[in-house]
C-alpha cells in the first residue's frame, strides 16, 4: 500500500538532529511519515504501511455512512511466491481497532504483526504495535493521542524496553484561529530521560487556507535554527501550480528545488515536474506522469528521471477500480496525524472517486530495456453499512433553512447556535463560522473547494444538528 508521501512534503526533509549538551539516544527517519508510527520495525516496507487517507483531527465522526469496509490487501512479489497480507478488523461505528499483518511463503503462514488502535468519544487514544516473537505477541510500539477541543496536541511515541514502556518522541501541534496547524515541535529523548528539542515547522496559510509557507527549523547550540522553507503558488482555480524549495545558508535562504504542475479540464493532475537549482538555473530532476480513467480515477502513474539530455522511465504504477462504490464511501484505515493540508480543490496528488480493486508496480530494467513487475497488491471488500448518528428529532435550538444560490449559501440559523461548520465526504472541516448574530448566514461559494456533496453542522450549547446539501 503505497503511501503518497508527495502529500506530506512538509514533513520528508527530517534529518537526525542533536544538541550540544545531550546525546539523544533515538533514530530519526528522513521520511517522517515512518518516524511517526507505533510499527517503526515496518520501516522496511514503506509501501506496507496503513495511511490511505488522511484528516483534520476535528472530524465529524458521526456522519460517516459506509457502504463497504476494507477487508484485507494482499501483496505479491514478482513471483508470486511471496504473499503479505493485512487484515482489517472495525467495530460498528466502522472505526479500524485491529490490524493484523501475515506473511505466506508456498503454504507455510506466519505472524509479523499486529496493531490495536482504541478510541476516545470517537477519537483515536492509543495505538500499540506487537511483534509476533517466539511464537507469542510482544509488545514493540505506542502511540497515544491528547486533544483539546477534539484538535491533537500531543502525539507520544514509546517504545517496550525493559518490560516497561519507555519514551521515544513526542509532537506539540499548535494552531491557528482558523484550527490550521500553526507550529509542531519534534521532541526526543537524551541520556538522561529528559524530553529535548529535536526539529519544529511553522506553516503559514493563504486566505483560502491553503499552505503558503513551511519553515523547517532544527534546534542547534540551544536555539532554533533555520533547515529550509517551502512556498506555494496557486492557479486562478486555486489550484497549487508551483513551490519552491530553499535551504538557509550564509543567513539566506537559497533556491534549491521546486515543482510545477499541469492539470486537464476536469481540474486533476496530469502532470508534477521537479527541477534543482544549479550553476544559477533550473535544471530538470524528475517528473511524474497521471492518467485517468473514465470514472476519473487516476489508473496510471509514470515516473521518470533526467538524465542530462533526456527523460528516462524509472517505475509506473497500474491501478484498477470499483466502480459501484466512491472512497467516501468504505472504511478504511486513515493516518492519525492532522497534516496540513492543500485546499481539497487542489487534486496535485491524483484522485481516487472509487475503490481501489488492484494496484500493479513496475520498474525500468536497463538491461532489457522494458518494465519488470515488482509487485501486484489485490484489495478485498464486504459489504458494511454504519449506524447514521444524527439528530432524528432536532430542537428549534439548532435546527435551520438552507437555500443553495449560485453564488452562495444562503443559511438562516436561530440565536442559540454558535458555531456552523462545514465538511466534505471524507469527514474534514473545511470551513467553520461563528455567526456574530441571529439571522441569514452567507457563505460565498467562491471560498468553497468546489462542487460535491457536503454536511453542514451547527451547534448549540446543548444540541448538534447536520443537514447535508449538494453543490452542483
Given at each position: ?141 505506542k502511540i497515544s493521542f491528547t486533544y483539546q477541543n477534539k484538535k491533537l496536541t500531543q502525539w507520544l511515541d514509546q517504545k517496550w524496553l525493559n518490560n516497561n514502556w519507555t519514551n521515544n518522541n513526542k509532537i506539540a501541534y499548535t494552531y491557528d484561529s482558523n484550527n490550521n496547524i500553526k507550529q509542531c515541535i519534534l ?102 506522469d497521471y492518467r485517468y480513467d473514465a470514472s476519473n480515477n487516476v489508473n496510471f502513474v509514470g515516473y521518470s528521471i533526467w538524465t542530462g539530455t533526456n527523460w528516462r522511465a524509472f517505475s509506473k504504477e497500474d491501478k484498477t477500480y470499483n466502480g459501484q462504490y466512491l472512497e467516501s464511501q468504505a472504511a478504511m484505515q ?77 443559511i438562516s440559523i436561530p440565536t442559540t447556535v454558535s458555531k456552523v461548520s462545514l465538511y466534505n465526504l471524507k469527514g474534514r472541516m473545511i470551513k467553520s463560522i461563528i455567526p456574530q448574530k441571529s439571522g441569514a448566514l452567507v457563505i460565498d461559494r467562491k471560498t468553497l473547494p468546489g462542487c460535491g456533496v457536503y454536511t ?17
Amino acid at each position: 500500500m503505497r503511501v503518497l508521501t508527495i502529500l506530506f512534503i512538509c514533513l520528508i526533509v527530517v534529518n537526525s538532529t542533536g544538541t550540544d549538551n545531550h546525546k539523544v539516544k533515538n533514530k530519526y527517519y528522513r521520511n517522517a511519515e515512518n518516524a511517526l508510527h507505533p510499527c517503526n520495525s515496518w520501516n522496511e516496507r514503506n509501501d506496507m504501511m496503513l495511511a490511505i487517507q488522511y484528516f483534520n483531527v476535528d472530524i465529524l465522526s458521526t456522519q460517516k455512512e459506509y457502504k463497504v469496509k476494507l477487508d484485507s490487501v494482499i501483496s505479491f512479489n514478482k513471483d508470486d511466491n511471496l504473499k503479505e497480507k493485512l487484515i482489517y478488523t472495525y467495530n460498528n461505528n466502522g472505526n479500524l481497532i485491529l490490524v493484523l499483518h501475515t506473511k505466506q511463503q508456498g503454504d507455510s503462514i506466519t505472524f509479523k504483526r499486529k496493531l490495536e488502535t482504541q478510541y476516545n468519544n470517537g477519537l483515536f487514544s492509543q495505538q500499540i504495535c506487537f511483534d509476533w516473537k517466539n511464537g507469542d505477541w510482544q509488545n514493540s510500539g505506542k502511540i497515544s493521542f491528547t486533544y483539546q477541543n477534539k484538535k491533537l496536541t500531543q502525539w507520544l511515541d514509546q517504545k517496550w524496553l525493559n518490560n516497561n514502556w519507555t519514551n521515544n518522541n513526542k509532537i506539540a501541534y499548535t494552531y491557528d484561529s482558523n484550527n490550521n496547524i500553526k507550529q509542531c515541535i519534534l521532541f526526543g529523548v537524551d541520556n538522561l530521560g529528559d524530553w529535548v528539542n529535536l526539529i519544529k515547522f511553522d506553516y503559514t496559510y493563504t486566505s483560502r487556507d491553503d499552505f503558503e509557507t513551511i519553515i523547517f527549523s532544527s534546534w542547534t547550540s540551544d536555539k532554533w535554527t533555520n533547515g529550509n522553507k517551502t512556498t506555494y503558488t496557486y492557479d486562478s482555480n486555486f489550484r497549487v501550480e508551483s513551490y519552491l524549495y530553499y535551504t538557509w545558508f550564509r543567513d539566506d535562504w537559497n533556491n534549491s528545488e521546486k515543482m510545477e504542475y499541469l492539470y486537464n479540464a476536469q481540474g486533476n493532475a496530469t502532470q508534477y515536474m521537479s527541477f534543482r537549482w544549479r550553476n544559477e538555473e533550473w535544471v530538470h530532476s524528475q517528473k511524474a506522469d497521471y492518467r485517468y480513467d473514465a470514472s476519473n480515477n487516476v489508473n496510471f502513474v509514470g515516473y521518470s528521471i533526467w538524465t542530462g539530455t533526456n527523460w528516462r522511465a524509472f517505475s509506473k504504477e497500474d491501478k484498477t477500480y470499483n466502480g459501484q462504490y466512491l472512497e467516501s464511501q468504505a472504511a478504511m484505515q486513515e493516518s492519525i496525524l492532522p497534516y496540513p493540508h492543500v485546499n481539497n480543490n487542489n487534486k496535485w496528488y491524483g484522485v481516487k472517486n472509487n475503490i481501489v480493486d488492484s494496484s500493479t508496480n513496475f520498474e525500468w530494467d536497463t538491461l532489457s530495456n522494458a518494465f519488470l513487475l515488482r509487485r501486484t497488491e489485490k484489495y478485498y471488500y464486504s459489504e458494511f453499512v454504519t449506524p447514521i448518528l444524527t439528530n432524528k428529532n432536532p430542537s428549534k435550538q439548532t435546527s435551520f433553512d438552507l437555500r443553495v444560490m449560485e453564488q452562495a449559501l444562503v443559511i438562516s440559523i436561530p440565536t442559540t447556535v454558535s458555531k456552523v461548520s462545514l465538511y466534505n465526504l471524507k469527514g474534514r472541516m473545511i470551513k467553520s463560522i461563528i455567526p456574530q448574530k441571529s439571522g441569514a448566514l452567507v457563505i460565498d461559494r467562491k471560498t468553497l473547494p468546489g462542487c460535491g456533496v457536503y454536511t453542514i453542522r451547527a451547534e448549540s450549547v446543548n444540541d448538534v444538528f447536520t443537514r447535508k446539501v449538494v453543490l452542483q
